[in-house]
């Protein structure tokens, strides 16, 4: 197998292993270049990685001497393209993604005083005039595409995957993975030739002797290793200051039940801006479609339960607007009038199915597992109004508690009611319970107070509408600095883990898919942002490491992942200003976060 060093002569230094990849197949796609040459060049070609820029740089020049490769470096000051729209300054955001020398172009709106929207796009410099290509898409880079193997977490694992790969493979070597929620650990993947499509990938995997292997294919644009881009990131920045409006979660519809896309959620409410919330079950067999699958409190109503150990996102408009992000350790509870407890599992949510685990009694155990269902036979639910779907009667035992806290016979419940579901053991208790008391009640006060302390402690600042709150995770940042507690939030990983979960986790967390975000700086600005993915040519996405250390240069302090993928959406007035990756186009969700007017 020929490299780069062997390509460049012996006297020639590859930087370190674990940098950033420049696609220099990118480069056929210059004029210049023919066909032949190309597929030359792309057999030459293995692998190149660099630590600095000044080592990028420096090898890049070195193949372009080589190659007559044109080799994009930007020469101009980082922000001397700059565009803006709104005749306000852009803020500095010097975004770490890619390449230090990548052209950074920005816009910026102002939407409403005190509310601005700014589109960043950092991609390689396409300036005519210097010789470099203007039509520059990474989608079109011809054998960007590459088989990857399982996660490797041993020595031994990593020899037998490359005992898959053919010998006349190009391109084969061993990545380097930091291990979620624990930095001081790596593991491995494979990365074996260079194949034209996706399709092409997939018949060399399913031919011996990759077959068997659990080898998958995967666009090399979407590796962190990879650092040519490009980015279309999309910041509102909130400062409340100076915005008059609101900033609330909201439902889908009226109910629970039943997810729509951000453009209609922002349509039905008259959003000034929109962006898509926290994660929700998308299948029946995971539980009710569009149900939040993590804390969701709105208009002060706790509609759904918080995941253990995950942070959320909790706002209040009064007396002006204010965020602050917590881990929702606290737990409802039902208080009988004899002064008995009994803890609640789950709200507006079929009992025994827990979608991302992370619940007492579950029986895989009480941590979470993103993208998990887990199951619990023993649990106490309690319906609202906002449920909008029935349970089945079962081997359970149900009562309805009146808005005044008085006991009745289960009914499905007004505004104000609750309707509880006990199923198991649990069935016999609430039913003895309930006959000792004719009153119960659950105390939101002190579990909206236990959640976000700064936002609701205070007796001003408790009411009806006075709190909104959406769960996410990981948590990014806290108090400005990086954490990583991914490994107790649900994306745990480990050698004893079956081979899909760990890929699962892998793909999730290291591998650039669309994201979404929020952050709050510390002057109490919030920054909601987007990160378009999975199109290259368009916007690759971004890692959790990535958009951990984006936020930070964004300036927030404080910061927290919100769903992503297909659901990723930024919506300004009637417009999607985020360009979708699922192919069929924008994809319901089950709860948005909203700008309004006042």
Same mark, same amino acid.
């Given at each position: ?37 190309c ?25 372009a001497a080589?190659? #007559? ?10 922000h ?5 729209? #709104?005749?306000?300054?852009a ?75 053919p ?15 624990d930095?001081?650990r ?62 609330? #979660? ?11 896309p ?19 079950v ?45 881990v ?23 009992p025994?199915?827990?979608r991302?685990c ?12 993103h ?49 509880v ?12 319970l ?15 107070g ?15 509408? #006075? ?47 669309p ?23 368009h ?44 192919s ?9 976060l ?5």
């Open positions: 197998m020929r490299t780069l060093m062997g390509i460049l002569g012996r006297d020639k230094t590859l930087p370190a292993a674990n940098g950033p990849l420049p696609c220099l197949s990118d480069r056929c796609r210059t004029a210049s270049y023919r066909a032949a040459a597929r030359a060049a792309l057999r030459d070609i293995v692998i190149l990685t660099a630590n600095t820029a000044a080592a990028v740089r420096a090898v890049m020049f070195q193949a080589v190659f #007559s490769v044109t080799v994009w470096a930007a020469s101009l000051p980082a001397a393209d700059d565009t803006h729209t #709104s005749g306000t300054p803020p500095v955001f010097n975004l770490p993604l890619g390449l230090p020398t990548l052209l950074e172009t920005r816009t910026t709106e102002t939407l409403a005083p005190g509310l601005r929207h700014h589109r960043i796009v950092r991609r390689p410099h396409t300036n005519g005039a210097s010789g470099k290509d203007p039509d520059y898409t990474h989608e079109n880079c011809t054998h960007a595409w590459a088989a990857a193997s399982p996660v490797l977490h041993t020595a031994t694992d990593e020899r037998t995957a490359l005992a898959c790969v010998g006349h493979f190009p391109a084969t070597d061993i990545r380097r993975f930091l291990t979620p929620g930095p001081g790596s593991y491995g993947i494979v990365y074996a030739g260079t194949f034209e499509t996706r399709d092409v990938a997939l018949a060399a995997i399913a031919r011996a002797p990759l077959a068997g292997c659990g080898f998958s294919a995967i666009h090399t644009a979407l590796t962190p290793h990879h650092a040519m881009g490009p980015w279309v990131v999309n910041v509102l920045e909130v400062d409340p200051r100076h915005f008059r409006g609101r900033l609330v #979660s909201a439902l889908a519809g009226k109910t629970v039940a039943g997810p729509a951000v453009t209609a959620i922002a349509a039905d409410r008259r959003a000034l801006a929109a962006v898509n919330g926290g994660f929700f998308t299948s029946e067999e995971d539980g009710v479609i569009g149900e939040p699958a993590g804390l969701s409190i709105v208009d002060s109503r706790v509609l759904s339960e918080a995941t253990a150990n995950r942070p959320a996102l909790g706002i209040r408009n009064t007396p002006r607007l204010q965020a602050a992000i917590a929702a350790s606290a737990e409802p509870v039902l208080h009988w009038g004899d002064g008995r407890e009994s803890p609640i599992d789950g709200i507006n949510r079929h025994g199915i827990i991302n992370g619940n007492r009694g579950d029986r895989e155990g009480r941590m979470p597992a993208d998990k269902t887990c199951r619990d036979d023993d649990e106490i639910i309690v319906l609202t109004h906002d449920a909008g779907f029935d349970v089945p009667n079962g081997q359970d035992h149900r009562l309805l508690i009146g808005a005044d806290g008085r006991l009745a016979p289960a009914a499905p419940p007004a505004p104000g009611e609750l309707l579901i006990a199923t198991g053991r649990h069935a016999a208790e609430v039913r003895a309930a006959a000792a008391n004719d009153r119960a009640v659950i105390n939101t006060d002190a579990l909206l236990d959640i976000f302390p700064d936002l609701w402690t205070a007796p001003a600042n408790r009411g009806a509408g #006075s709190l909104y709150a959406v769960g996410g995770g990981p948590l990014l940042l806290k108090n400005g600095m990086r954490v990583h507690h991914e490994g107790i939030e649900g994306w745990h990983m480990d050698a004893d883990m079956p081979a899909e979960r760990a890929m699962l986790v892998h793909r999730w967390f290291n591998i650039r898919t994201r979404t975000a929020a952050g709050i700086t510390r002057d109490g600005r919030l920054l909601l942002v987007t990160v378009d993915g999975r199109q290259p040519g916007s690759v996405g971004a890692t959790i490491p990535e958009i951990r250390g984006m936020m930070k240069a964004l300036g927030a302090v404080d910061a927290i992942n919100l769903d992503g993928g297909g659901s990723t959406a930024m919506v300004i007035g009637d417009t999607l200003v985020t360009r979708p990756s699922d069929d186009g924008e994809r319901p969700v089950g709860e948005a909203l700008l309004l007017p006042r």
